[in-house]
């Protein structure tokens, strides 16, 4: 399998652009080449096994096409937020007529990878590939070697974005089996503040492949509230690696939401890397038949008085299987570490299966630090309490799971992304009310 996507590299990938760029690629191929794809017999895979991936020879598409799409196509993927700053990538390319984002403020960047490496290449050179791990995944180092296009945002110091800035991936269904490998970079400047909605859709159950790689840079007292919502193909692979770095007084919070592709794997990371330094991981997942998610998450506390905040819920049903592995490494300078991390999964159905694996790894000794997972079922008093008011069996299933969920909504700032997520919770539940 190595093969064709070597080939891919040589014969398929548009050259050009920097000269920086390309040498980052070859660096990505020749660690991509060393690792190979990854087995369960790898602590960091043992879980989940890539093999139906590698059971399809995917395409990869190299330039944009329009497939006719019109503007009016994408219009139920705002997440519920009207007022935003918008750039649509179709089939893993930069869609300029799609993309609405004028009046930005002076100094601000929104728009395209590919654009930034053209005009801002000094900028991007200083950044890119600087977070993403692509020394020790597989996928990461498959994305760094076929870096070509992804999201892009500069906010300078001092800049307070009024609007969110919604970021749009979306599989057309017209070109399959199909690959992208779509590169975020996320750069805010001290005391800088903006919110950010990632989402990647597709309307059609077709099967296809998205590697994708985020990198963020936080400055002196910048903020940023990170919103992941995936909603794929019931048949696509979804790989992302998301890798984040924090200055002093910084704030980062990531909401990550899955319950779509058949096969997920999310990898969150953060460097709290000054004093001071606040980190907030909140995650919901939901599957059912034979999906399988998997969140790898590491909160790396490098300096003293930082804070962090971990809280990632599952919900599984039918044959599906999650994977919980998260890591808070407090390393021995990292004095007054704040530290908290749970997971909490609630299971369906007799054949759904959760492997969870929250993990401390302390070397300080003036530290507040905890953890711990929870894999339960309904509780059966709250039923026969709903059951003996006369509601229905499904009914009180369905509104103990909805409770169970809906707490990892409450965090979103905007209330009508709240709105859309708990009626994507209710629909996943099969109910239109409660």
């Not at 139920?76 to 869609?95: A, Q």
């Not at 994305?143 to 979306?170: E, K």
């Not at 997942?285 to 300096?303: C, E, F, G, P, R």
Request: proline share 4%; net charge negative.
């Amino acid at each position: 399998m190595l093969d064709q996507y070597l080939k891919q590299f040589e014969k398929e990938l548009p050259k050009g652009g920097p000269a920086f760029l390309e040498e980052r690629r070859q660096e990505g191929l020749k660690y991509f080449t060393q690792l190979g794809f990854p087995t369960r017999k790898l602590e960091n895979w043992k879980y989940t096994g890539v093999d139906p991936i590698l059971q399809n020879s995917f395409r990869l598409v190299t330039h944009y096409e329009p497939n006719g799409l019109k503007k009016e196509d994408l219009s139920k993927w705002n997440f519920g937020c009207e007022d935003n700053y918008r750039i649509v990538f179709v089939d893993g390319h930069y869609s300029k007529e799609h993309s609405s984002f004028q009046n930005l403020p002076n100094g601000v960047l929104i728009g395209s990878l590919a654009r930034a490496l053209e005009h801002h290449t000094s900028l991007v050179e200083e950044h890119l590939h600087q977070l993403t791990p692509y020394q020790t995944h597989p996928f990461a180092a498959l994305n760094a070697a076929f870096t070509q296009d992804g999201a892009f945002v500069y906010i300078p110091s001092g800049t307070i974005l009024d609007r969110p800035i919604q970021f749009l991936f979306f599989f057309t269904g017209k070109q399959t089996p199909y690959l992208s490998h779509p590169h975020n970079l996320f750069i805010l400047g001290a005391h800088s503040q903006a919110s950010i909605f990632e989402g990647y859709v597709s309307e059609k159950n077709e099967t296809y492949f998205t590697n994708a790689a985020t990198e963020i840079v936080l400055e002196e007292n910048a903020i940023l509230d990170h919103h992941k919502i995936q909603e794929e193909s019931l048949q696509a692979f979804h790989i992302a690696s998301t890798s984040v770095k924090q200055a002093t007084q910084s704030v980062y919070r990531s909401h990550n939401f899955s319950w779509g592709a058949a096969l997920t794997r999310n990898d969150l990371s953060t460097l709290l890397n000054a004093e001071g330094a606040e980190t907030t991981f909140n995650g919901l997942y939901m599957v059912s038949d034979k999906q399988h998610v998997d969140n790898h998450t590491t909160i790396d506390h490098a300096k003293p008085h930082c804070t962090s905040t971990e809280m990632y819920k599952g919900v599984l049903d039918g044959f599906s299987q999650g994977v919980f592995d998260g890591k808070i490494v407090v390393r021995p300078d990292a004095q007054k570490t704040s530290a908290r991390q749970t997971n909490k999964n609630l299971i369906l159905s007799d054949n759904a299966l959760i492997n969870t694996k929250p993990l401390l790894e302390i070397f300080a000794d003036d530290v507040k630090c905890n953890h711990g997972a929870t894999i339960g079922r309904l509780d059966e008093n709250q039923l026969f309490y709903l059951r003996a008011r006369g509601i229905d069996a499904e009914v009180a299933r369905n509104i103990l799971t909805y409770a169970f969920a809906s707490e990892m909504v409450e965090p979103i700032g905007v209330e009508g992304v709240r709105n859309y997520l708990q009626q994507k919770i209710l629909g996943r539940l099969a109910i239109k009310k409660i």
